[in-house]
Structure formats: C-alpha cells, structure tokens
C-alpha cells in the first residue's frame, strides 16, 4: 500500500515508465507552491497513448492505493491533467508541450522562491 506522497509520485512515474511515456520530468514544489507538492510531466505517443497512460494510472492508483483521481482533458486532447491532491501529473502530446512550455514555468517559480 502507498502511504506517502513521494511513494505515490515513484509509483506514477513508474506507470508512466511501464506505458512507455517519454522525456518524463518531475519539479519538486516543496513548500513553495500551495497547490501541489510535485509536478509530474510527460509526453505520449499519440492522443491515443496519452488516453491510455492517463487511465492507467487512474485505475493503478484506484487499486494500489485507493486513491481518487481526477482527470481533466481524457479524450480527444492532446493534453491530460491528473490531479491527485499533492500530485499534479500533465501527460502532453510533444508539440502541444512545447507549445505550452509549462515546465520551463514552472522551474521559474519554484527558482524564485
């Protein structure tokens, strides 16, 4: 059973490891940011692929840690948030995370602080 923050966000990275998710990142807010502890950042294949890794993790956490996850954008998107309290997981199509740039913002905020 996962009890912890950081043993939940090793688990997520590790789904997203086991679905082939790419270039995945994590920024560890700490205390800086109210919102989350970390923010988990990954690319899928396809908007396909990025629908499956999503739903993968929703039911792994369902199952392994009875955990309620909210999903924002499952679909036609090329672009899924995941929102697990103290864990904020965005799994991007490549050009829309490029586009969206919102690790390189993240890093800015927490490095001001």
Known sequence: MLKTTEQVKDFIIDCLEEKKAEDITCIDLGEKVALAKYMIFASGRSIKNIGAIAEHISIELKHQANLKVNIEGLGN??????????????IFHPEARNHFQLEELWHKRVSKH
């Open 77 to 90: 998107s090329n672009w899924v948030l995941i929102d697990i309290g103290d864990i904020i997981v965005h």
